[in-house]
């Protein structure tokens, strides 16, 4: 069993006892431990079940690595899935859940699989839910539904909140082991500003476990002293519990830090996501240990021997009483040390590896009274919850067995791997390393930046500097690097001297015992969170999935949170094995950001609820909001939809408010639409060329209505300019296009004709702007009192300057109604004073605000165009009978060379009608009207849509407007428009122009 | 993310306050053109595997438009220019060419 | 005529790791013409009473000041009642120029983030160096700060104005009162 011991825990502070509790069991741990070395100290070796057999599983490694240490956390608006227990810190009433069983831990249904599992191999699903078809639906989707998914996917809303922050740095390290931080203080010391973070909560990497001196002191005590200085730096920022989550282009890394996960009471973000621009980057991520591939390696109790002597030195804890070791290499043997000299028992070293004479670590095993067996493998492990015993072969062999050791835990180890993700994230590319049969970084071929510079360096056992003096030296010459490359001055300083026990080659072993047949390869597991065994990845190969990208997919080896940081090496090597084909030549899947999962809320940041997006308010926002407005999103404004009064519903107010507007007095809030100052001697010339009328000929304090179509032909805008003065126009755009035609305006005058003057300013939140409508519109003008606003002194399509009710106004004489309108815009400070000014002077005028949809019933009565309905970036001006509005005297204008195109003269384009339902219904909106014969596809042939379509009051019927083939030549034709359920409509070809076809109501 | 450094204002910022605004250095044509030349300024691009040269926008700085010629493959940003030319400047082909020897874009080399 | 509003009615927030508050009305005008030519720097220096500033700067005094924005535009401040005032004077000396100028005092709202938090706060938001050796009063810079286009300068140390659009304020506003959140002290720029 696994126990705390009575001595040892170098992180715990043992005076600190917490509880926390697992599946609802009340446990106890001490303020330092992790929840992983927690649950061991309490006998639970059992964390999860496997994801596809459901196989018990136990804790493997000790770190981010940890495949199947994935647990539920918190409750509510705190809870999470997936999170892995060995980097998650224990804190006072921490709650966790196992995942990925029924209906418990320790029973659990689904383990049926596992006697399944001949059945279920590699690209189980892809070969078993192809036929027959109509099984999918019912059959197939929901089982597979039922059995995807890590966790559970929270429900609450999240409480917490997150942040980002934005950092500078000449030198950015990543990783606080002894290289990291020997880089870091190198780097430092030529002034540089250096940023060196840490993933977990503690300095010195592997270090102070693994131990070795420097400069003659214990590792520990290096790390100590090395960090204190760095602290007293001023030009050198740590940081711990910040994670290296990815690197990009031009030297832009992403940090995950996380604030508050051990210490839920503090106040604050939880998360905060570091948005990093550093010179150069050093990564010192260190390496990971690979398992062994042999039978039952997934049983619980069989651990990596790192992960092991971690929990042992770190945290007092033992993995179990009788240790067998099994290894390929000197490093395991430092487990074996630690066990003994914890009082612990090794009954043996099993040894792949076959040398002539004994290494250093052999013989001091020996001296310990170790038995070391050379050239001897695990045949299999015995147990199913726990680790029994195990079976003894030679490595050489099939799987004979030799001899049966009892034992309650297993330590592995195959070898390191070098964490070369973040050095691979911008393109790092790899070499393979035979002595050590890993992948390490290839110095040659780095990221690049900006400048084309190398802007990544590895170090230390990232870099396949494994031992402690080649980590120390390889850190600083590559804080050296680092700060040179930033164009600091590097002095010659001499680096500490690391000392650690010389080493044995180690030998590389891909499946133990090399000849293991097909029993027990079916048991070699590679990748424990994704069930994939030795034998699923030979299958792929076997069945031609020979790229290594596509024997991942078939085979699912490192997939889901922790991407094969474990399997990778040892599933590569297995798909080289099965192609005949060596490691470098297979070569790796993509490493992609992030180096473990990061919280969605600290890629969000801040923007959430309030700050979710940048919402508009016009000055006016607030009077909407407490007059019943409905909210109809503009782009990012949000203008009211209709007010609604108690005991109406939405269609009523709309309804309402588009009568009254007609018969009495409307306001609408139109200070959203674009206004935009267009000054210069070239200003008229300018206009002419962006609008596809003339423009230059319009006259001082006259308005003219225009539009705007892109190089493509196609309308992208409309609005109606007024003449200021000679050399200034003010244009009008649509509510979303302010900025969109500014911009607009701005290329053109950039980037083709700079030698225009030209100037534009968007002045459109300068004003508030009123529309006040109807045929009491004059009146409530006369009572505010002012300026003369009569038909002679401001006619239709008029503009003047002027005080209106003592505020300061320019008022235009537009209308977008039909009615006898006037866009009254007052500078926005006092445009809530204005709109009550004039919600007073209207009182008994039969005043009423209305909104935006009552804007649209009242222009579609009139036959007016909507920017975003009429047209949807495909329609020309002409498809829509706008010939009016297009100049046939300029040469030149913005599209005009492109409605030439034969497309666009095709007489069979479709063309703009009004349209009226035969019953007087509402026709739906963008519904198709169906013609003869069916297209190559068998469906109906289409001959027009509806491009709007409402209830029109005034009129008491459905009205619309649609874009009809030949429509113009079909007046009074009836059309079939199928709509959803069954429905069909009939309408009948019209005139757009449904009320006051003279325009006699605008003009008086 | 790329960095790019405005020409315009001389601020250096990461990509998140720029624009791209595709191909540089296209000619316009307008009426009377012929349909293959009018074919070509609207819809023909440039696609290749390393220099190429960019149309940028420092839309939240100083918003106005610049040049930048870039490698598509490794990123390298080789200098960004003025807006206001029809054609990349000689001290940054040079510079190119000594990077990237018997590099051509459209007529450029 | 009534009295003219700041868009959130002079909206404060205390309590986190810096002081977020709206400022009063601010005059502000947009200029735009040749900004080497003398005859716009005179005007621009006459009409705001202060130096014209280098590129990317700004020289402030109180209520009045030239921000540099691009090569053919300044952003003038004065006093929000003296901006008709100096309208016409600009108007006046430029007569004879290329040049524009328009009132932008409504269309903005301005926020003052004060206190030892003030470069963190603003550095959770902006993609910018705001070190204390990076930026410093007198520099003026025109950026992204979350979602939406914003400028500042700092007045002082530990103190930031930003402009931003009035339409916006209450974002910005919400952005910076979550950024300065209780507890959520970087400990980079500030202990």
């Keep these: 069993m696994s126990t705390r011991l009575a001595t040892g825990g170098r992180l715990l502070n043992k005076q600190k006892a917490l509880k926390f509790t697992f599946n609802g069991k009340q446990l106890r741990g001490f303020e330092g431990d992790t929840l992983a070395s927690a649950l061991l100290a309490n006998d639970q070796m059992l964390v999860g079940r496997s994801f596809k057999y459901h196989r018990p599983r136990g804790l493997v490694a000790s770190g981010a690595e940890e495949p199947n240490g994935l647990v539920n956390m918190g409750a509510e608006g705190t809870f999470e899935p997936n999170q892995r227990v060995t980097t998650t810190e224990l804190f006072e009433g921490l709650t966790a859940q196992s995942q990925n069983h029924w209906p418990s831990l320790e029973f659990d249904v689904g383990a049926i699989n596992t006697h399944l599992s001949r059945f279920l191999p590699a690209g189980f699903y892809y070969k078993m839910f192809m036929h027959p078809r109509p099984l999918w639906k019912h059959v197939y989707e929901p089982f597979i539904r039922q059995s995807a998914g890590l966790g559970r996917a929270p429900k609450a809303r999240d409480a917490d909140t997150y942040e980002h922050f934005h950092f500078f740095c000449d030198v950015m390290v990543i990783g606080g082991g002894v290289a990291g931080l020997q880089a870091a203080k190198t780097a430092a010391a030529t002034g540089a500003k250096v940023l060196l973070i840490e993933q977990s909560a503690h300095w010195g990497g592997r270090g102070p476990v693994d131990g070795g001196t420097v400069d003659g002191v214990p590792v520990e005590n290096y790390v100590d002293q090395i960090v204190s200085e760095l602290d007293s730096m001023p030009n050198v920022i740590l940081r711990k519990r910040l994670m290296g989550a990815g690197v990009y282009d031009h030297g832009y890394v992403l940090g995950y830090e996380q604030l508050r996960d051990h210490a839920p009471e503090n106040p ?160 790092g590319k790899l070499i393979w390393d035979e002595t050590q049969a890993h992948f390490r970084p290839d ?66 072993v891909w499946l133990m015992p090399q000849g293991a047949g097909v029993k027990l390869r079916s048991k070699a597991w590679l990748d424990y969170q994704n069930d994939v065994k030795v034998s699923d990845v030979q299958l792929a190969a076997q069945e031609g999935f020979e790229s290594v990208e596509h024997a991942k997919r078939y085979t699912t080896l490192g997939m889901a949170t922790d991407q094969g940081k474990l399997s990778n090496i040892n599933g590569l090597a297995t798909l080289a094995g099965a192609l005949n084909s060596t490691i470098p030549q297979v070569g790796t899947t993509t490493f992609r950001p992030p180096y473990t999962p990061i919280s969605m809320g600290s890629i969000a ?77 070239d200003a008229g010339r300018f206009l002419d060329m962006l609008y596809t009328n003339m423009m230059s000929t319009l006259k001082p304090g006259k308005c003219r209505y225009g539009l705007m179509c892109s190089e493509n032909g196609f309308l992208i805008d409309d609005g109606v300019v007024a003449r200021i003065d000679d050399d200034t126009f003010l244009c009008h755009t649509t509510t979303g296009g302010a900025e969109r035609i500014h911009q607009h305006m701005e290329e053109w005058l950039q980037t083709e004709w700079w030698d225009w003057q030209v100037y534009v300013a968007n002045v459109t939140e300068q004003y508030a702007q009123v529309a006040v409508v109807g045929p009491n519109a004059r009146k409530a003008l006369e009572k505010l009192g002012g300026m003369d606003i009569s038909k002679e002194a401001l006619g239709f399509m008029e503009w003047a300057d002027g005080e209106l009710g003592g505020f300061r106004v320019r008022v235009y004489r537009i ?94 384009r479709w063309k703009l009608v009004g349209l009226e339902t035969l019953s007087g219904a509402v026709l739906p909106d963008g519904a198709y009207a169906v013609g003869e014969g069916e297209n190559a596809n068998g469906q109906k042939t289409m001959i027009g849509r509806v491009t709007s379509s409402y209830h029109s009051p005034n009129l008491g019927k459905g009205i619309a407007m649609g874009l009809v083939l030949h429509g113009p030549d079909r007046m009074g034709e009836v059309l079939e428009f199928p709509g959803t359920e069954g429905a069909t409509y009939k309408a009948r070809i019209v005139d757009p122009v449904f009320y006051d076809k ?7 | 993310m790329l960095i790019l450094s405005c020409p315009v204002c001389g601020v250096t910022a990461e990509e998140t306050e720029f624009q791209g605004g595709g191909e540089a250095h296209l000619k316009r044509f307008g009426p009377g053109a012929s349909e293959d030349d009018f074919e070509g300024y609207l819809f023909m691009r440039e696609n290749p595997r390393g ?10 700085g100083c918003g106005k438009w610049f040049h930048a010629a870039r490698c598509t493959t490794t990123l390298e940003v080789f200098g960004t220019y003025s807006a206001q030319t029809t054609e990349p400047p000689k001290d940054l082909r040079d510079k190119i060419s000594e990077k990237r020897p018997n590099w051509a874009w459209r007529e450029f080399e | 005529m009534s009295e003219p509003v700041t868009a959130l009615g002079g909206a404060s927030s205390t309590d986190g790791i810096a002081m977020v508050s709206e400022c009063a009305l601010q005059g502000m005008i947009t200029l735009r013409g040749d900004l080497s030519a003398s005859a716009f720097k005179k005007a621009a220096t006459s009409a705001s009473g202060v130096a014209m500033p280098e590129q990317g700067m700004a020289t402030v005094e109180e209520d009045r000041g030239l921000c540099w924005m691009s090569p053919d535009e300044l952003l003038l401040l004065c006093p929000y009642d003296a901006v008709g005032g100096t309208l016409a004077n600009v108007h006046k000396t430029l007569a004879k120029s290329h040049a524009l100028a328009v009132n932008v005092s409504d269309a903005r709202a301005m926020f003052r983030v004060s206190g030892a938090g003030a470069r963190e706060v603003m550095t959770k938001l902006c993609p910018v160096d705001l070190a204390p050796d990076q930026f410093t009063p007198g520099m003026f810079r025109r950026t992204r700060m979350a979602q939406v286009p914003a400028a500042f300068w700092m007045p002082e140390e530990d103190v930031f104005q930003i402009v931003c659009f009035r339409s916006q304020a209450q974002y910005v506003f919400d952005l910076l009162t979550v950024a300065a959140q209780p507890g959520s002290s970087v400990g980079v720029y500030q202990e």
């Design chain 1, 443 to 508: 110095v040659d071929k780095a990221p690049m930046g900006a400048q084309g510079e190398a802007f990544v360096t590895a170090a230390g056992a990232a870099n396949g500097a494994l031992r402690l003096a080649d980590a120390l030296g390889d850190g600083d010459q590559a804080g050296k690097l680092a700060a040179a490359a930033t164009g600091f001055k590097v002095r010659q300083t001499n680096c500490p001297v690391g000392e650690s026990p010389e080493e044995a080659p180690m030998m590389p």
């Design chain 1, 998 to 1004: 003279d325009g006699e109501k605008a003009n008086v």
């Design chain 2, 51 to 60: 220099v190429h040269f960019e149309r940028w926008r420092h839309a939240y």
């Design chain 1, 815 to 908: 209308s977008f109604s039909g009615e006898m309108s006037y866009e009254i815009a007052v500078d926005a400070g006092q445009g809530q004073a204005f709109w009550d000014a004039l919600m007073v002077v209207g009182h008994d005028l039969g005043v009423m605000p209305y909104g935006t949809e009552a804007l649209h019933i009242l222009r579609a009565e009139k036959g007016f165009i909507m920017i975003g309905d009429e047209t949807d970036g495909t329609v020309i001006p002409q498809d829509l009978g706008l010939h009016w509005a297009i100049s046939k005297k300029k040469e030149d204008f913005l599209g005009k060379r492109a409605q030439e195109r034969s497309h666009m003269t095709d007489p069979n």
């Design chain 1, 605 to 681: 940041g801040e923007a959430r609820g309030e700050v979710f997006q940048p919402i508009r308010r016009t000055p006016m926002h607030n009077w909407h909001d407490t007059h019943g407005a409905e909210w109809e999103p503009v782009g990012h404004w949000r203008r009211p939809y209709a007010y609604v009064r108690d005991g109406e519903n939405t269609h009523d107010a709309v309804m309402r408010e588009t009568r009254n507007a007609r018969e009495n007095l409307g306001l609408l809030d139109a200070s959203t639409l674009g206004k935009l100052i267009v000054k210069g001697p």
């Design chain 1, 268 to 427: 604050g973000p939880r998360h905060r996501l570091w948005r990093i621009r550093a010179g150069h980057i050093v990564t010192a991520t260190g390496a990971i240990e690979r398992p062994l591939p042999f039978a039952g390696n997934d049983i619980p109790g069989v651990m990596l021997a790192s992960a092991m002597r971690d929990y042992l030195v770190n945290y007092g804890v033992s993995t179990g009483d009788r240790t067998v070791i099994v290894t390929n290499n000197d490093d395991a043997y430092l487990t074996a040390f630690d066990l003994k000299n914890a009082g612990l028992s090794v009954p043996v070293i099993l040894d792949a590896r076959v040398l002539a004479q004994d290494s250093p670590a052999m013989e001091q095993a020996k001296a310990l009274g170790i038995r070391v067996m050379m050239g001897h493998a695990i045949a299999k492990v015995k147990g199913t919850k726990r680790v029994t015993g195990v079976c003894v072969c030679s490595q050489a062999g099939e799987g004979a067995v030799l001899e049966e050791i009892a034992c309650d835990a297993v330590a592995m180890s195959g070898g390191w791997s070098p964490v070369v993700h973040l050095w691979s994230h911008c393109g």
